[in-house]
């Protein structure tokens, strides 16, 4: 297991945990508490609850994580041109090499019968 994936599955852990921390919170009515109790966010006791805190930490964590994501990602990235052949280079093993259809022969001709669209 690479760097990268060891990243992603901490990430996968944080966001999980921010999605809890934030469901956990109580709702105090108005948005981030602005309208509500005293004791919103703003307030002196909002801001040290512990809830508050952790969730502040892990979105921290989250957004960090994702700007070192990024960065392993550009620096571990395959060629910076996109491969639009459709031929493969390898037949798998066990597998037999397909032939492409056969043309059609002079007896599987259109048919001679048919009306054309004009009238």
Same mark, same amino acid.
């Given at each position: 297991?690479?760097? +990268? =994936? +060891? ?6 852990i @944080?966001?999980?945990? *921010? ?29 040290? &609850? +512990? ?5 502040? #930490?892990? %979105?921290? *964590? +989250?957004?960090?994580?994702? @700007? ?12 910076g041109e996109? =491969? ?11 597998? %037999?090499?397909?032939t492409?259809? %056969?043309?059609?022969? $002079?007896?599987?001709? $259109?048919?001679? &019968?048919? #009306?054309? *669209? =004009?009238?």
């Amino acid at each position: 297991m690479g760097l +990268f =994936d +060891f990243l992603i599955v901490v990430q996968g852990i @944080i966001a999980a945990s *921010l999605v809890g921390v934030i469901l956990m919170q109580r709702s105090e009515g108005g948005g981030l508490g602005m309208g509500g109790s005293p004791s919103g966010l703003m307030s002196a006791r909002g801001a040290a &609850d +512990f809830m508050t805190r952790a969730t502040t #930490v892990l %979105a921290t *964590l +989250f957004v960090t994580l994702s @700007i070192a994501l990024a960065f392993v990602a550009a620096q571990n990235g395959g060629p910076g041109e996109i =491969d639009s052949t459709l031929q493969r280079t390898e037949v798998p093993a066990g597998v %037999a090499a397909q032939t492409a259809p %056969a043309a059609p022969t $002079a007896d599987k001709a $259109a048919p001679t &019968d048919a #009306v054309p *669209l =004009d009238k």
